[in-house]
């Protein structure tokens, strides 16, 4: 495959499960990010990790946990969700020129549709 | 920060150009205009993006004001396929920090008549 890849599409879970989402990238990129889109509400980012380094995390509950286990993988795993949680989460990568996440063009991914019953 | 001002929706006839306009009147000088656009189900895809001068590509053409404190997307033969949000997003590429990244709005839901 090609480009950015997620998985699952869909996943629906109970507020006590826990679960994990995976993220990966086919163009050699060195940053990669994860975005929450809730329903009439603009993306939000959630995390950048640039050279497998986490440099942002934009005040997310820990109820959100971010894995960058290389520059081609990307997870979030998910705990004790609120169904507020619910929303379409998109992994985007970058080449990141700084170090600090200032890729100039992020591809993302198609997004995991996460329902928290 | 820089923030953008777009028309929440427009409508295109099929085949016929179209002019998505995107305010940054606080915009500046090493900021640089990005345009992304999500079509349904899909997450955000790059579009465009420049500094000063117009410039275009595959998918469409920039217009910069001079002020630079407008730009215009022109996607010059509209598709059924180009029926997405469009985001007009300011960035300075220049600010070496973690808060420098894409910073999405509620940009234009384009929609096209067939």
């Known amino acids: 495959e090609t480009g950015v890849t997620q998985t699952p599409r869909h996943l629906v879970m109970g507020m006590t499960n826990k679960k994990s989402l995976k993220c990966e990238q086919h163009?050699?990129?060195?940053?990669m990010y994860w975005y929450k889109q809730s329903a009439k509400k603009p993306l939000e980012l959630m995390f950048v990790?640039?050279?497998?380094?986490?440099?942002e995390n934009n005040s997310v509950p820990s109820r959100f946990s971010p894995e960058c286990p290389n520059s081609s993988h990307l997870f979030l795993h998910l705990h004790t969700l609120q169904p507020e949680d619910s929303a379409l989460y998109l992994c985007a990568s970058s080449q990141d020129v700084g170090g600090r996440g200032l890729g100039i063009t992020q591809y993302f991914g198609p997004g995991t549709r996460l329902t928290v019953l | 920060d820089a923030k953008t001002t777009q028309p929440n929706s427009m409508e295109s006839n099929e085949e016929e150009p179209v002019h998505l306009p995107c305010n940054h009147s606080t915009i500046s000088g090493t900021d640089y205009i990005h345009w992304y656009r999500q079509l349904p189900s899909q997450g955000p895809e790059y579009v465009i993006h420049?500094?000063?001068s117009n410039v275009n590509n595959r998918m469409a053409s920039l217009a910069i004001a001079e002020d630079r404190k407008s730009s215009t997307l022109i996607l010059h033969r509209a598709t059924l396929r180009d029926a997405a949000v469009y985001y007009c997003?300011?960035?300075?590429?220049?600010?070496?920090?973690?808060?420098?990244?894409?910073?999405f709005g509620g940009g234009t839901r384009l929609m096209v008549k067939p």
């Open positions: 997003i300011l960035r300075d590429a220049l600010k070496n920090n973690a808060g420098n990244m894409l910073t």
């Open positions: 990790y640039s050279l497998e380094e986490r440099v």
């Open positions: 163009l050699g990129h060195n940053a």
């Open positions: 420049g500094l000063t």
